[in-house]
């Protein structure tokens, strides 16, 4: 079964960073791109970034170019995500999840199974 647990949210003034981490399981990591989806209160769930199989591949939602930068350790089973230049709207609960292609819209948490997330909170 697949698990996801994510860690490494907190609160941080505008302009910091935070590096997030998803641990996977149950699943071949390495035949999955991995994304990161994040979802702000009352908002539904927004894509951020993915990476592809073997990480060579990333993509990345137009506000968080050149701030946000998705890696993974296929060795590791794990995949992060390091966030510099936070703004307040980066704040929201991040998700990690699996997919067999590049998938930007269309998520929802009904479908398959999904970690607790982690919570960014970005405040002066």
């Known amino acids: 079964q697949v698990q996801l647990v994510e860690s490494g949210g907190g609160l941080v003034q505008p302009g910091g960073s935070l590096s997030l981490s998803c641990a996977a399981s149950?699943?071949?990591?390495?035949?999955?791109?991995m994304s990161w989806i994040r979802q702000r209160p009352n908002k539904p769930l927004e894509w951020v970034s993915t990476?592809?199989?073997?990480?060579?591949?990333?993509y990345y939602k137009d506000s968080v170019k050149g701030r946000f930068t998705i890696s993974r350790d296929n060795g590791k089973n794990t995949l992060y995500l390091q966030m510099n230049g936070l703004k307040p709207e980066d704040s929201a609960t991040y998700f990690c999840?699996?997919?067999?292609?590049?998938?930007?819209?269309?998520?929802?948490?009904?479908?398959?199974?999904w970690g607790p997330g982690t919570r960014v909170a970005i405040s002066s």
């Open positions: 999840k699996e997919s067999s292609k590049l998938d930007t819209t269309g998520w929802d948490k009904r479908l398959g199974n």
């Open positions: 990476i592809a199989t073997d990480g060579t591949t990333t």
């Open positions: 149950g699943f071949t990591f390495s035949t999955k791109f």
